[in-house]
């Protein structure tokens, strides 16, 4: 085997890792929102993921620009906002399995939402989404006629991180990585802060009972995964990793009727494979198209020489 292929080996177990931290982060989430209300937790969660990234790389933290600062400041609200509605969700929720898949519809509305600044969706993504449609709607129509409240949501959640994708693309793009996440952590922190004052300030906290719950989300279903996905991406082709990332929603679904004895019915079922078939076209189309790009770069380079 070349050093280019167990280079890219490598990088994709790294993926197929961070997969399965941020699969365990739903678990280790809903298991500390049985003791704490959503925005406490989550302005725990982020505060200390930003001391710890602080802790690891302060150096070049510091170096930051007044602008890079701003931009990532700006787009950490929006994370903090997305994940604000996220965990409000997984705490109405009876369940992991659903609310993942619903979340990972946020890989197609990337695209769909990025039209509002100016990209263009490709072929495949509109062909995924008109596949994903019906898996939604018996996700979402499972139980009866009425959406639940926890699923709308979830579809919310996955709108917002769809538009924090775009945002921070365009406004965090040269930024460190490490900075971007320090102070995306810090805004996102100080955003469910005042959510809390505002909506859960008369609420006991107990989160004494939910330590270790807490901890096990910032080392491992947050700081390390940030970590092993920076690495994995600066390693993997362009384009592949989305392949492997469609993983985290069977994981999860696994997580819960393995841990949590979940039960799905045929149409929960149904619809998550559905929904993970349009991922797959989604992510198969992008691997097709980034291959595409690179052929025609090395042609174009080939006549300049």
């Known amino acids: 085997m070349s050093n280019t292929h167990a280079s890219q080996l490598y990088a ?41 990234m602080g802790a690891v790389s302060s150096q070049t933290i510091l170096r930051a620009s007044a602008n890079q600062i701003r931009s990532a400041l700006l787009t950490g609200l ?8 996220w965990g409000a969700a997984l705490a109405m929720s009876n369940g992991l399995g659903v609310g993942a898949f619903l979340l990972s519809l946020s890989f197609l509305l990337i695209p769909l939402t990025g039209l509002a ?16 449609l019906p898996g939604v709607a018996l996700l979402a129509l499972r139980n009866g006629v009425s959406i639940a409240p926890a699923d709308s949501l979830f579809l ?13 693309g365009r406004l965090c793009a040269g930024i460190p990585p490490v900075t971007q996440t320090f102070y995306q952590m810090l805004s996102a922190s100080l955003a469910c802060a005042i959510a809390y004052v505002i909506w859960e300030s008369d609420t006991e906290q107990h989160i004494g009972d ?19 996905l920076l690495k994995a991406q600066s390693m ?3 384009g592949q990793g989305a392949i492997v990332m469609t993983l985290e929603p069977v994981w999860v679904a696994l997580l819960g009727i393995t841990l949590m004895n979940e039960t799905l019915g045929l149409a929960a079922v149904t619809g998550m494979a559905v929904i993970f078939l349009a991922l797959m ?6 691997v097709r198209a980034a291959r595409q790009a690179r052929i025609v ?4 380079g080939g006549r300049k020489k």
């Not at 997969?19 to 929102?33: Q, V």
């Open 78 to 85: 929006i994370l903090g906002l997305q994940t604000a509605v």
């Open 281 to 286: 076209v989604n992510s198969l189309g992008t």
């Open 156 to 168: 919310i959640s996955a709108l917002l991180l769809a538009f924090y994708f775009n945002i921070n």
């Open 12 to 52: 994709h177990l790294l993926l197929v890792a961070v997969t399965l931290l941020a699969a365990t982060g739903w678990l280790f989430s809903k298991a500390a929102l049985v003791a704490m209300t959503p925005m406490f937790f989550l302005a725990i969660r982020f505060f200390a993921t930003a001391l710890l």
């Open 210 to 228: 939910v330590w270790y719950w807490v901890l096990l989300s910032v080392v491992f279903a947050t700081w390390l995964r940030f970590f092993l």
């Open 297 to 300: 770069r090395k042609a174009e």
């Open 117 to 132: 600044f100016g990209y263009r969706a490709q072929v495949q993504t509109w062909i995924a989404v008109a596949i994903a």
């Open 236 to 238: 993997s082709p362009e």
